[in-house]
């Protein structure tokens, strides 16, 4: 088994590749890798952009986006989600670049309220497991506007 | 998305039309959780295969398996059938996607004289590394940092929440129905229940039944997902001319296709979110083998999901693009009275989750006219594969 952290399922907030998106969410801000070269958004992280191996800086996006796609989770895939289910767990796309989704909570909306494609802005809140006490990390998620 | 769309493309293959067959085929029993490991089983379908195509191990001068999954691979061969000759290997066989390549590697291995016997193996035993909290698909995904940070603290895992959210998608953008869905499961089932080694041999599903299961991840319901199985199978590619000399009818590769999407392998990025590579695979296969789908007697495809079916149906070309869900209604993808009869054996849903590579094996067996759900006259069988940013495509046909 490659997964040896014991605060598994949180984020690795060490993890250099995604370090700074962390970061941001904890100082509120939403945050994605940007082509120092061609301007363009490059999701997930990686070491260049993809498209002219131009240098990357995470840069701040407005957190507004659209609601591509979701899932009413119901059955506990992993331990530490036992006492989450049912949980909304979607996909959202981000305005300045809807090829760039999140994977991401959308949270105080019920979820039989949920529209495709409805405008969402982003919110900070913490992540907890009570498999992993005593631990949280701030992450961006979603509310409908 | 057609094509000429950017988000993907075909890989240039030789044309290989007509000059390999598959000329015998093996398999295990197909279980739950059996206690064995992956290379017993796959010894075993290896062994059959060879014995089915009229061969022995000595015979065999080539071998593909996959380097993923390297359960059986050369060293395995030689040790379990105490054999030392030379033989040409490659990791890019086995099951999944590569169920359907491998034939194409083994034809440029026999036309270049590196081999003229090629065994391709997939064994799996999931179910019992399962019992143990041990592999698995699971484990295959959260392993990978990025999925790890950016997707499962977001509770986005495993598959079926990534197959969740396709099929909503589907339904959102095509008004795609939970009873089309059901069609699709019920039609494996009602094949599986013909096939007396299916996994779900025995335990009929109505759509009713189906509309009942329980979500995992709504949309997606337990009888949308496939089985976790141990089970194993291969088969041997060798030319036409030889295939003729040997005991079995020959199942002629008639042409092969190769499809990536380049948004790379997570399912939360693929640009082209309900669409497979099949749209890049399907055209060429059936370009090298000047056929089109309305040809196509049998069509098995890899279906972890039922939306994965959905999916390649539409992409394969067998109707438009978003118009899978009324296609799908009633009885078109039976055996015996549908326009498209489809996993004849019950596929990943109902028959067993060995990826792919029964698939190709049922394949063959309905052009011997052997199946167990047969489908008269069955003279052009088509398996498509998929791995998400990777699809591939696979016409065999009758020796004409
Ligand atoms: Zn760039």
Known sequence: MAIKRDDFPLPDVDDPLTTPFFAGAARGELLIPRCETCGEYVWYPQEACPRDGGG???????????????????????????????????????????????????????????????????????????????RSVIVPMFTLT | MSETADWGHATDLDDIRAQVAIAGIGETAYTKASGRTAREIGAEAAERAIADAGLTPSDIDGITWSGAFADFDVDAFREHFGTSHEMWTSPWGGGMAWAATAPYLAARAIREGEARHVLNVFPVAWATQRASMTGGPGEVHAAQSLKQNLEVPFGWFPQPVYFASIMRRHMIEFGTLPSQFGAIAVACRRHANLHPDAVMHGRPMTLDDYLAAPYLAEPLRLLDSCLISDG?????????????????????????????????????????????????????AFAMAGLSPADVDVLTVYDPFTVVSMMQIEDMGFCPKGEAGRFVEGDTLFHDSGKLPFNTHGGLLSHAYVLGI??????????????????????VAVYGGYTGHMAST???TKDR
Do not use: I, M
Not at chain 1, 113 to 132: G, I, S
Not at chain 2, 234 to 240: E, I, L
Not at chain 2, 358 to 379: D, I, M, T
């Open chain 1, 56 to 134: 990357l800086t995470w840069s701040a996006v407005s957190g507004r986006g659209t609601l591509f796609t979701w899932a009413v989770v119901r059955r506990a895939f992993l331990p530490a989600f036992a006492d989450r289910v049912p949980f909304v767990t979607a996909l959202v796309a981000l305005d300045e670049d809807p090829a760039v989704r999140l994977c991401t909570y959308v949270v105080d909306t019920a979820p039989e309220q949920l529209v495709a494609d409805a405008p969402v802005a982003v919110c900070f809140r913490p992540l907890e497991f009570t498999t992993v006490p005593g």
């Open chain 2, 232 to 284: 194993g199978a291969a088969y041997v590619t060798t030319s036409v001319e030889r295939a003729r000399d040997l005991p079995h009818a020959p199942a002629v590769v008639r042409g092969v296709g190769e499809g990536y999407s380049a948004s790379g392998t997570h399912w939360a990025l693929q640009r082209a979110f309900t669409t497979t590579p099949q749209v890049f695979s399907a055209p060429r």
């Open chain 2, 358 to 379: 029964a698939h190709v094996v049922e394949c063959v067996k309905q052009l011997r006219g052997v199946a167990a759900a047969q489908v008269p006259n069955c003279e």
């Open chain 2, 394 to 396: 696979l016409v065999l």
